[in-house]
């Protein structure tokens, strides 16, 4: 029977109430329920809502405190998938107040006349998936009971305020309320004592209008949150203008970005900025008052990278230091134990009496009031603004969920959420979440993300009911591999630095873990718009007149900057680079490397000449700031043979050189087709042994040397090392080899699987070869290494990129050096491409990779490990660790 057949009226009766049969039972009546209640009806589908309140508004229904407002821009924060509904209703403030948030969602339901399809005052209880009929059967606080083809979980992920974690609350005599559950009639707070226990979102806005009433307010705070001012008033003149301008675009805009508001994407990286720069661009933020734009637009590096975070930090604790007149209270207020953005930062100003719970932590709550390690506060009402069980409290309070074969929700996440796409469970078919673990939701404009969600399930369902498919379900194959690539966007971002609800450290005994999916709202639409397009991948679909569809896998393999960047290029459509002739192609190298951020500072760096075989060969030397003499590193660049020049891998040496406090000498050896094999081999040789020879005048050691080289570079590095211990010397202590080309075959599997996509292609390494070096002369070591003897070789570490054409020769030449009893360590970098360890400032998840290259120089050295920079963060990075390869 077609799912639309069902009639919405249809019921049975059961031993607890009735049984309302419809195809899709949504629960929430927010901004999610709305829209999806809307869409399924006009998709023809039986729909009927269950909402715990008396009405709409879910999140706005609830949170009535004093101060309530939304904190992006109200302009942002509205539905927009119906342009006449845009232009029925006009807002009439930048950060609407929570009345006119409500006010608008009872608009938009009366508009659309969804009520008549809401059940009020139904609490959903548990949920439980019947196999055989393939129906999930409801059951509600009321009695009655709901069965449905879909359930679709809109419950909010700030709706299941957090109870408090402090003893002897139910002794209080006085008034108790909960930001997240303010009372419908009126709160009585003039004259009296109120306490405000929290310091977030909620507390930060009410306090002030609480303050405003109380004859005394005492507010207790445990973690000081940023705030900043809101600068409140009509939407921004040049924000309404955009819109209005082309509102199409503007939305479409919002839709690929990453934060679900339409800013671009910052280029440049705090270090490229002067201090006067920095502050003219944090002034500038501080003015416009609005949370996306300081959150995005001062610098690229100021969400990434823990150096580029606590310049804006500062920056902020200089205004406290400037507004809060007391320097102690000033210290209390001022963040410390979290970067900017890794909490949510609240617009606003807190301007009252202060416990610092850090140090004098509550003891218990009294009959008459809050008793702390040093103080007894009397008072008569006490405000909990101590936030969400965020993402997972809603769900998890419908208990239990019981999927396939009898599994709990609550056993399979006992160890934190698992999801595909933050919509879908594996074991749960027909089971979706709107704005769940795993789904940009709080870190993005919810409305924008909202929307998207309800858009791309009521779609599926569609689909599904097109091709007879009765049930979805996600694979764990594909599930497994979505929780890889959540936390791999996580490293990208500092989230992971801080406890916040975002982690679901402010709930005891929850599991650590970023919840939210951090890689952006516009490359997550691109995703979910890849599973459709892949055959719903990582999706099993099942019908009673179908045959079972199941392609299989994971969504994301790649880094999620390295999708990033190669969506980038694909998007150029740019010419296979082979097309454009040698001279062509090095121009166009040039370009494209004047077009990436230049890397970060270095204590010298030096432009020379060193004497080459036949003739001067120019040099880039890399000194780091700390006192020398230092260890020294010869460095060839990659490009081929044909490429590049001794500037052409310079973030690469900067990062390398500040990592390891070592010199990085790059040498500009002669290129291809004009000097074919073996210059470039010999002219590596011969400028090792110069700068071997002229070490102390660099400012180096004397004694051995390092070599490094990435790509053809890395070829040369290991031909080097192979050459000085045929000839005589000099000694060197240990080569780095990245993503080296090490042999002349092309039929290793990594050929084929990565011969084209990924940058470096299959055909230009044909063309490179060709233009390097003869057939007949591919075998010699000097070209192909691993054709050599691999003997008595310095210890090498090497590494591989698994979206490389190069990585199994890589890999191979690891093994043949372990095999010959070379000390060697191997680094096969998940998700990475050719490229990613040289784009530093781009592919921020190359950082985990680099810092063990520098660990392993620092081995060669003999130094002890040392040089920590913020970049590398508390937790793993997402490449593998290297592992030894044993002989
Ligand atoms: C104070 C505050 C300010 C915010 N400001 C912003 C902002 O500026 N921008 C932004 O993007 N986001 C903001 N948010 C986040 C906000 O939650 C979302 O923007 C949005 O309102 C969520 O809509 P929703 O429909 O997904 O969930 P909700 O609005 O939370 O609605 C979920 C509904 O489900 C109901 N429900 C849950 N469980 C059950 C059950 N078992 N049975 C029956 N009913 C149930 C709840 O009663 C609730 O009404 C804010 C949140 C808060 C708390």
């Known amino acids: 029977m077609p799912e639309a057949m069902v009639a919405s009226s249809a019921s049975e009766a059961t031993s607890g109430g009735t049984t309302q049969q419809v195809d899709v039972a949504v629960v929430g009546a927010g901004f999610a329920g709305l829209y999806l209640l809307h869409r399924l009806r006009k998709a023809g589908f039986t729909a009927l809502v269950l909402e715990e309140a008396g009405d709409v508004g879910g999140t706005w229904y609830w949170n009535r405190y004093p101060g309530a407002r939304c904190d992006i821009q109200t302009i942002d924060y509205s539905y927009t998938f119906d342009p006449e509904l845009e232009s029925a209703w006009k807002w009439s403030e930048k950060y609407a107040t929570q009345p006119e948030i409500l006010r608008y969602l009872g608009f938009v339901a009366d508009r659309y006349d969804l009520r008549r399809d809401i059940r009020f005052g139904t609490r959903i209880t548990q949920a439980t998936w019947d196999q055989a009929a393939e129906r999930w059967l409801l059951t509600t606080d009321t009695g009655a009971s709901v069965s449905c083809r879909s359930y679709i979980m809109a419950t909010g992920c700030l709706s299941a305020p957090k109870p408090p974690e402090i003893d002897g609350v139910k002794d209080f005599k006085g008034e108790v309320y909960f930001t997240g559950r303010w009372p419908h009639d009126e709160v009585k707070l003039a004259g009296k004592r109120v306490a405000v226990i929290g310091t977030g979102s909620s507390g930060i806005q009410s306090i002030p209008l609480i303050a405003e009433q109380a004859a005394h307010l005492t507010v207790f705070q445990r973690t000081p949150n940023f705030a900043l001012p809101a600068h409140n008033g009509a939407a921004p003149a040049d924000r309404a203008a955009l819109l209005e301008g082309d509102r199409a675009g503007y939305r479409e805009q919002a839709r690929w970005s990453l934060a679900g508001v339409p800013w671009p994407q910052q280029m440049a990286v705090s270090w490229q900025l002067s201090d006067a720069e920095r502050r003219e661009r944090f002034e500038k933020a501080w003015a416009a008052g609005d949370l996306v734009y300081i959150l995005t637009q001062l610098w690229a590096d100021q969400a990434v990278d823990v150096d580029g975070n606590a310049l804006l930090a500062e920056l902020i604790r200089e205004k406290i230091r400037a507004i809060v007149k007391d320097p102690e209270m000033a210290a209390a207020l001022s963040p410390h134990d979290h970067p900017f953005g890794a909490k949510r930062p609240c617009l606003n100003r807190p301007n009252v009496t202060l416990v610092n719970l850090r140090q004098e932590p509550i003891r218990s709550i009294t009959a008459s009031g809050i008793k702390t390690d040093k103080r007894n506060f009397d008072v008569e009402t006490i405000v909990f603004a101590t936030g969400f069980d965020a993402m997972t409290g809603a769900i998890m309070a419908v208990h239990p969920i019981t999927g396939r074969d009898g599994k709990s929700l609550s056993d399979v996440w006992a160890h934190g959420p698992q999801t595909y796409l933050g919509l879908t469970v594996a074991g749960f078919p027909n089971l979706f979440m709107i704005t769940g673990p795993g789904s940009p939701s709080v870190l993005s404009n919810m409305a924008v993300s909202i929307e998207q969600h309800a858009d791309w399930v009521v779609d599926r369902l569609i689909a599904m009911r097109e091709a007879g498919f009765t049930t979805i379900e996600a694979s764990e194959t594909a599930q497994a591999g979505w929780g890889r690539h959540m936390a791999d966007c996580s490293t990208l971002t500092l989230h992971r630095l801080a406890n916040t609800w975002y982690t679901g450290a402010n709930v005891p005994g929850k599991a650590w873990g970023v919840m939210p999916y951090t890689g952006g709202v516009g490359p997550y639409r691109s995703i979910c718009n890849e599973v459709v397009n892949g055959g719903m991948l990582g999706f099993r679909l099942t019908g009673p007149n179908v045959a079972e569809q199941c392609n299989d896998g994971e969504i994301v393999r790649l880094q999620p900057d390295v999708r990033l960047v190669l969506n980038m290029l694909a998007d150029m459509k740019l010419p296979p680079i082979e097309s454009f002739g040698s001279q062509g192609a090095r121009d166009f ?57 001794e500037q052409s891998d310079d973030p690469f040496c900067r990062d390398m050189c500040r990592r390891t406090g070592m010199i990085f000498v790059s040498v500009d050896y002669r290129h ?79 050929y084929s699987d990565n011969a084209t996509g990924y940058f470096l292609t299959r055909s230009l390494m044909y063309w490179f070869w060709d233009l390097y070096c003869s057939p007949d002369d591919r075998t010699d070591p000097r070209v192909s290494p691993l054709r050599g003897n691999v003997e008595n070789l310095p210890p090498a570490f090497v590494v591989t990129c698994e979206f490389d054409p190069l990585r199994d020769e890589g890999v191979a030449y690891a093994q043949a050096l372990a095999a010959a009893g070379v000390p060697v360590e191997q680094l096969n970098a998940r998700g990475q491409f050719h490229s990613s360890f040289t784009m530093v400032d781009v592919v921020i998840t190359g950082v985990s990779g680099r810092v063990q290259m520098a660990e392993a120089l620092r081995r060669f050295a003999g130094l002890p490990p040392e040089r920590k920079h913020g970049d590398e963060g508390v937790r793993p990075g997402p490449t593998a660790s290297p592992h030894e390869i044993a002989a």
């Open 672 to 750: 291809a087709p004009e000097h074919r094999f073996p210059t470039a081999a010999e002219d590596g040789y011969a400028a090792m042994r110069w700068i071997a020879e002229h070490a102390s005048e660099l400012g180096g050691k004397p004694g051995p040397v390092m070599v490094a080289g990435w790509s053809a570079g890395g070829n040369i590095a290991a031909v080097t090392c192979q050459l000085a211990r045929d000839r005589g010397g000099p000694q060197i202590s240990g080569q780095l080899l990245v993503c080296p080309v090490t042999d002349c075959t092309f039929d290793r599997p990594s």
């Open 589 to 645: 190298v040039a370009q494209f490397n004047a077009s990436r951020p230049v890397g970060r500072p270095v204590g010298e760096v030096v432009d020379g000449t060193l004497q080459g075989t036949d003739g001067p060969l120019r040099y880039r030397l890399y000194r780091p700031a700390t006192p020398g003499p230092h260890p020294i590193v010869v460095y060839f660049h990659g490009g081929g043979w044909v490429l590049g020049d």
